[in-house]
């Protein structure tokens, strides 16, 4: 069977630690003389991550060299998320509705659909997933979001919607797509026949 892409992760070992980073792209000059500065901030924003594997025996790690090798370096992608994130602290996990993008502006995205009149609905530091299969992002929301007696909502959301996007957002589970951020697959073998694997990886833009 052909390889296709993204590809999940393989579930058999699970992650024992992944280390989650976001990147900005902002400029900054200092004067040398009176040390005051200036940013200026540019539209690009990306996340990073490094994941190790707990250590495992050959019939174990096989699997994940093999998954790491159809990857072909930067060239496949792959879903990943946050492994504790999975659901919302806030009540979107349970009452979610059917969100769907109406509007965006950077950072901010308005949502109609979701289930009405939720006080924390969403709280600073959930994620949700826009799209899906090769077109999945991954985003933080930054503040706490109500939904009114409509079941509209307004998120701020990190890394700002690229492009124009519209459909529905996922609350539970949530992914982005990823690709290594190396041409280059390693693994090691001890003398106890135990397999260490750890990769990094950067959001496939």
């Known amino acids: 069977m052909a390889i296709?892409?993204?590809?999940?992760l393989p579930t058999h070992t699970g992650?024992?630690?992944?280390?989650?980073?976001?990147?900005?792209?902002?400029?900054?000059?200092r004067s040398p003389f009176t040390f005051a500065g200036q940013a200026h901030a540019y539209a690009g924003q990306m996340w990073a991550a490094d994941v190790s594997l707990p250590p495992m025996h050959r019939a174990d790690a096989e699997r994940w060299v093999a998954w790491l090798i159809s990857l072909k370096g930067q060239l496949g992608t792959f879903y990943l998320g946050d492994p504790l994130g999975a659901s919302s602290r806030g009540l979107a996990s349970t009452f979610l509705g059917t969100p769907v993008i109406t509007n965006q502006a950077g950072g901010t995205i308005s949502v109609t659909g979701a289930s009405a009149s939720?006080?924390?609905?969403?709280?600073?530091?959930?994620?949700?997933?826009?799209?899906?299969?090769?077109?999945?992002t991954l985003h933080?929301?930054?503040?706490?979001?109500?939904?009114n007696a409509g079941g509209?909502?307004?998120?701020?959301?990190w890394p700002h919607v690229r492009g124009t996007r519209s459909g529905s957002i996922a609350a539970s589970?949530?992914?982005?797509?990823?690709?290594?951020?190396s041409n280059e697959?390693?693994?090691?073998?001890?003398n106890a026949s135990?397999?260490?694997?750890?990769?990094?990886?950067?959001?496939?833009?």
């Not at 992650?15 to 000059?29: K, L």
């Not at 509209?152 to 959301?157: D, F, K, M, P, Y």
């Open 194 to 205: 135990i397999y260490g694997i750890s990769f990094s990886a950067m959001e496939a833009v």
């Open 173 to 181: 589970d949530a992914v982005g797509n990823f690709r290594l951020s």
């Open 4 to 8: 296709s892409y993204p590809l999940s």
């Open 140 to 147: 933080k929301v930054l503040q706490d979001a109500n939904t």
């Open 118 to 136: 939720k006080t924390g609905w969403l709280l600073a530091g959930d994620y949700i997933q826009i799209g899906t299969g090769s077109s999945a």
């Open 15 to 29: 992650i024992a630690q992944v280390e989650f980073r976001t990147t900005n792209a902002v400029a900054y000059s």
């Open 152 to 157: 509209s909502a307004s998120l701020e959301v």
């Open 185 to 190: 697959t390693s693994w090691s073998v001890n």
